[in-house]
């Protein structure tokens, strides 16, 4: 017997991974063909993310993505053409019905992560919610985010760790969050390329390093995860969003090797 998404996110380590924004069917193509081959090799659950609008830009001038309707429309090609799950996420309320028709999982983003309206008309619509925890918020407060959407759902709710403002333009990762958090009725995962952002640090763009982001990634694997976001592009320094942070694509299919690794000795040795 197939199983549902939700019995396949609680049962295994799985991966959500894709780039920032749509910026084209050809890059958003093959990014989501390469990731669905790398997960099938290494047997690991995958869910592709890409944004239909990026609403939250340093500046006014910034590449946002080819809005809902198009966007929703590239989304559903590559479900169906690749046959993967998609999450995709929403900033208006509005967004939610027509998404939750074509996405297998609706994402909050983190600077609407408290969003009362948001959060609970996600949770009307059938769908998985994954909310980003927002940089402003402690990992006791996300208690009260759950407790915002489990009323309306009784799928599983996906809380995503990526980082605290740390001072200007800089996040750090209090990893304590992801076993915290585990005791909220939610799954757990580390969003990886976010998590080392420098938040318009270069002045009308983001900065990061994605090179961290590798590394921070076996550190969230070993304290334990349900799962790991992150972002990733066929030329990254291209990109139109986020472009110092996301993983090369070619770079993916070893990392993740490790990554599994590290999995299967945490699994095997809990200490709390």
């Known amino acids: 017997m197939k199983k549902s998404l939700s019995e396949i996110l609680k049962d295994n380590f799985f991966i959500i991974a894709g780039p ?3 910026e084209d069917e050809k890059i958003v193509y093959e990014t989501a063909e390469k990731l669905k081959s790398i997960s099938q ?7 592709f993310k ?3 609008d990026k609403a939250n830009r340093s500046s006014l001038d910034s590449f946002r993505g080819p809005g809902l309707e198009k966007g929703l429309k590239i989304l559903k090609k590559v479900k169906e053409k690749y046959n993967v799950p998609i999450l995709t996420d929403v900033h208006e309320t509005y967004q939610i019905k027509p ?5 297998d999982i609706i994402q909050i983003p983190a600077f609407l992560c408290r969003q009362t309206d948001l959060l609970v008309e996600a949770a009307k619509s059938g769908k998985i919610v994954n909310v980003k925890k927002g940089q402003f918020l ?3 407060e996300i208690e009260n985010v759950i407790g915002k959407i489990r009323p309306f759902t009784n799928l599983p709710i996906l809380i995503t760790e990526r980082g605290y403002m740390f ?8 990893f304590r969050s992801l076993e915290v958090m585990k005791k909220y009725d939610c799954l757990v995962i580390y969003d990886a390329t976010h998590s080392t952002m420098l938040p318009a640090g270069k002045g009308k763009e983001s900065g990061g390093d994605y090179k961290m982001a590798k590394v921070l990634a076996r550190a969230a694997v070993a304290v334990g995860i349900n799962g790991l976001f992150f972002e990733t592009h066929p030329i990254p320094l291209s990109a139109k969003s986020d472009r110092y942070s996301m993983i090369p694509l070619n770079e993916v299919e070893e990392w993740l090797k490790i990554l599994i690794e590290y999995n299967s000795i945490t699994k095997k040795y809990r200490f709390i």
């Open 20 to 22: 920032c924004v749509i």
């Open 99 to 103: 998404t939750s028709e074509i996405a």
């Open 138 to 140: 402690s990992f006791f």
């Open 50 to 52: 890409s944004s239909f």
């Open 167 to 174: 001072g200007y333009n800089n996040l750090v990762v209090d």
């Open 41 to 47: 090799k290494l047997d690991i659950p995958f869910i």
